[in-house]
């Protein structure tokens, strides 16, 4: 007899939770869509968005790199070279090649912190493909001079 | 009472396995309580004896030494804060006992260091490589393996 | 595998390592008669790629993006773990904002963790729905972390005796909107799965791991916390802030898949309250600590630190000699340890089991082979 | 047949001097059939995937005609192009028959679906009987190509099939045995003619219920997909299928679910029988109510495990639906 009671309330009680169950999707299926349409919707980037490195532009086109070269020793995976020469007007030494290859960089950003001069910050472009490896190989300060005729 | 378990422990280590290797140490910088410095023919006897006292094997690594291997095995217990790191200096090339058969995490522990170090473990069920291919032939955490650039190494300036 | 064992009955199952439950690169070797198991050989290394010998050949300041990506899953904490391994090592004080900063964010990782954990485990079982409800809760963490940290998986947050930047307004706010949402979420979860009567049976008794078993197969995390030993390294050997928080440590006693799962679901509570009392407490001041050398050396020496990542144990064992490089860096993964146990535990379950029992351990195959 | 009124007369007239009013019918009925069973799988995995979609809080297909409605035709005509490939060491005659056997027994049972009064291709006397005939062969050919296939994954499946679908048709039998006796007739017609008063679901609520269970089961759809469980078995049977052979055991799984939710609709409540519409739209609005509800248990459940579900058949359904059986037959005789 014990045996039979147990047996319809399991019965019972698997049915009753099988349906609270369909009652949550029925709930959800009601309830607002979350996903973003992406290529038509775009979710705002954060602040701190850690995204590929580019050249901090001053005024007139310029940049601060002075090619000291603490971010390529500093670089993980060993991607950036950067070359700088010393123009006779100013005193200092200025970066003229910064060659980055994003197709190996993994984004760590070890390379803004270091910078002593504050020359490197985050860019926004996250839509980064291309056909081939050699792509990913970038001078920064051209693309600085590109963007920025 | 973590402090307790640790003396008692730390006494009754001394007294089989030669007290003047056991050490305590710094556990706020060092993270371990006791350091045993041992022979590697007692590593099994350490084993059965960690095992007597409820602890459980953390892990077993290996410091390549030059010309010898340091094995280092750490042992935690989980009703108190008590970890022993007992290390073996192990002349390359020489096999030392397996503890798979006390502590069967040591199965793959022991698969590990062989994999990365080359130490063999005697008596061990199935010492193969565990993460490297089957057919790789080299140890690379050994300190005389260079990385070539057919595994994607290449020179680093530090 | 002995080919000589090959009989009529029994026959070879290749699952992985291209299978939709293994979670990653892992290849069980099954021998199976019918449906039943008779012997398991798990099969790792397809995601090898060396952290242990990259960490011979950086800095420590350059090996700290490689940690987030052994177990991606709980990237901040294992970014936490190395922080803490190296502080400890140089003696290094960090200050209280950043401590607090730390925890909130380790534990919104382990909650984001333990919910992908939560979805990909009833995919495994045959419902895709919690999926998807689980990754909509977990994009929320997601965003919360990416306002702070600048990424999404590989967060790299912490840094020697700090983290990286401050947080701002939106991130705290953030946080409070997150609370109680995920708070009315759990409920839901409970209603369509935690009491569902075919997930209570497909888990129930399946895998059950004795506490003495799971001790000599040194197992840890929610595994452990299942089979009824409360070992949770951060009651055990509090770092950071925790031993100023008021917490509970979910220990269930059965060790059998559901209380797995349980563990882990009531551990997402526990987190929930974590952080609300460390928002309450957040102090301000900086985030980094001054005077951290650029090229940080410890001195020569043994040094091991532990750390709670959401499936355990995580032990980082560094052999340093004094220079700017590690002479060895060595990771005890919680994984390891927890996968260790499955050729124990399979045979005599059927396969459907063994997809359950796989998916209950939570591991998660780069971390095992680093 | 007033349906078939609207083709011109002369061709109508020319065709059946030529055919016979009967095998006219048939002709008709087999191009309708074909087409009809596209366009309801087309819709239907549309319908599938919309409400997983909206049930996930996702949006589901939404870029190939109004609402996505064109998504399946597109994901079809994509199959078409797919290259039909025949693994070496499969057994090819078998592996080759498989797909084409099951969806056959799938098209025979059109034959016997009462959309209307009358509008029927053929109202057998054992309609009912036909289509659980049919529906018996699929798993026949479920097991032909799982084994065909020479896959351990596909292996397991056939074998996962033939199990479930031997367990499972039992109280599906039953239960239809329980209208059976109430009506008097295993044809369709007559059945919903019985339901004059007063739907079968309201006299037989326990035997639609196992109907319906048994259904889900019987057609491999979830929480019973055991058979193609796809994070255990990869895909089950079919893993070792590509282009249209797929879409074949896709086409069949849809129209399974649309005639055994015709089934049931036929059974259990009032088929066509319904206020001001005319009856075949009363008939596919409640199929497609039943068929929803099918697919919203699909995305609400996890799967039962191989031997929890043959419990389930063994010890809950068949007993229920015996007892169930006898109680409606006692209460008859006593009522008659």
Redesign the interface.
Known sequence: MNALLNYVRE?I??TW??A???????R????????V?YPRQR?PL?????GPIELVRLEGGDHRCVACGEC?????S?VIKVQGHKSVAASRNQGRFYFIDFARC?????CV??CPEGALR?SRDYEQCGLSSLVGVQDLMAKLKEEHP | MSADFCQRLGRRLGQRLGAAALGQADYRRQGYHLRLELAPDHLRELAAMMAEEGCYLEYITAVDRGGHLELAYVFGRHQEACRLLALAAVPKGQGVLSIAGVFPAADWQEREVFDMLGQRFIGHPNLKRILLPEDADFHPLLRDFQAGPELGGDEMEI | MHRQALTEDTFYLNLGPQHPSTHGVLRLLLRLDGERIVECQPILGYSHRGHEHMAQNRTYLQFMPNPCRMDYLSGLMYNHAYCLALERACGLEVPARAEHLRVICAELNRISSHLLWFGAYLMDLGAFTPFLYAFDDREDILAILGLATGSRLTYSYCRFGGVRDDVGQDFLEGIRAFIPKMRARLKDYDTLVTRNVIFVNRTQGVGVISPELARAHALTGPCLRASGVGYDIRKAEPYGLYPELDFDIPVRAGGDCLDRYLVRVLEIEQSLRIIEQAMARLPGGPVKATGVPQFITPPPGLYHTSYETARGHLGIFLAADGTRVPYRLKFRVPSFGNLGILPKLLPGTLVADTIAILGSMDVVMPEIDR | MAWLSNIPATVWEGLRAFLGPLALTMIVGLLLTLGWVQVNALFLVWLERKVAGHIQLRIGPKEVGPFGLLQTLVDGVKLLGKELITPAPVSWPLFVLSPILVFAPVLVSFVVIPFGPGTQIRDLNVGLMLIFAFGGLGVLAILMGGWASNNKYALLGAIRSVAQNVAYEIPLLLSAMSVVIMAGSLSFQAIVQAQEGLWYVFCQPVAALLYLVGATAETNRAPFDIPEAESELVAGFHTEYSGMRFALFFLAEYTNMFIVASVATALFFGGWRGPFWPGPWWFLLKVYLLIFVVIWVRWTFPRLRFDQLMNFAWKYMIPIAVLNLMVTAVVLKIVR
């Open positions: 019965v009680g698997g939770s099988l609270t169950g369909m009652g949550v999707t029925m959800y299926m009601f309830k607002p869509v979350t996903t349409q979710l954060p602040a701190a968005f850690r390529f020793r500093t670089c993980p060993g993994s984004l760590c950003g070890l912190e270091v985050f």
